[in-house]
């Protein structure tokens, strides 16, 4: 509504002033005078209707920012009121940053809650622990059986040593006592058979 101009009711003043105005210019002054008043009264209106818009934008803004603290201090990790207070001042595309990051993490931990995981985990750990003593015991195991070789082939090099060939008489000493004069003796060759003459330690 365009504001009416009050020039023309100025001249019908002015008129009046010369002498009694017309019927015509009367009911012109009335016009005049009703457009003047229901302008004032629509614009009033509208001022106030903008008034009320203006305390429910300011209203808004308070919300938005209630309970935010600021936080300046890039260094430490801001509280959930701080937090809020950067978020507050952050641009659009740090927020869009932002809340991808925060949706990646929530899908991360939903996986997780679903999947179990400090469960697996629980259960890698325990099978980690049981291949580590299964582990050991198999090391227990070699060593015994290590220890036992030794003592094997430290008796069969005595024994070798014992039924070694006389060198002139050209036989095992030990077994000719038994009347066995051939060389290897029988004792010489049951160890050949069994054992490797250079397995000795
Ligand atoms: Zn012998």
Redesign the pocket.
């Not at 003796?185 to 010489?188: K, R, V």
């Given at each position: 509504m365009t504001q009416p101009t009050a020039d023309p009711l100025r001249n019908l003043v002015d008129r009046a002033e010369r002498g009694p105005l017309t019927g015509d210019e009367a009911q012109r002054l009335r016009d005049g005078i009703r457009q003047l008043h229901d302008w004032l009264t629509t614009a009033r209106a509208a001022d106030r209707a903008e008034q009320k818009r203006a305390e429910r934008a300011e209203a808004a803004l308070t919300a938005l920012h209630h309970g935010e603290e600021p936080h300046t201090d890039d260094r430490t990790i801001p509280t959930p009121a701080q937090w809020i207070w950067r978020w507050n001042r952050a641009t659009p595309e740090q927020r869009l940053e932002v809340a991808a990051d925060i949706l990646s993490n929530s899908e991360r931990t939903y996986h997780c809650v679903l999947e179990d995981h400090p469960a697996q985990i629980e259960r890698l750990r325990q099978r980690a622990e049981e291949a580590e003593a299964a582990l050991d015991a198999v090391q227990g195991d070699r060593d015994g059986w290590r220890d036992r070789a030794h003592g094997y082939r430290t008796a069969v090099n005595a024994v070798r040593r014992?039924?070694e060939r006389e060198p002139e008489a050209g036989y095992?000493a030990?077994?000719s006592n038994h009347g066995?004069i051939t060389w290897p003796?029988?004792?010489?060759r049951a160890l050949d058979a069994h054992t490797n003459s250079k397995d000795q330690t």
């Open positions: 014992l039924h095992c030990v077994c066995d003796c029988a004792t010489i």
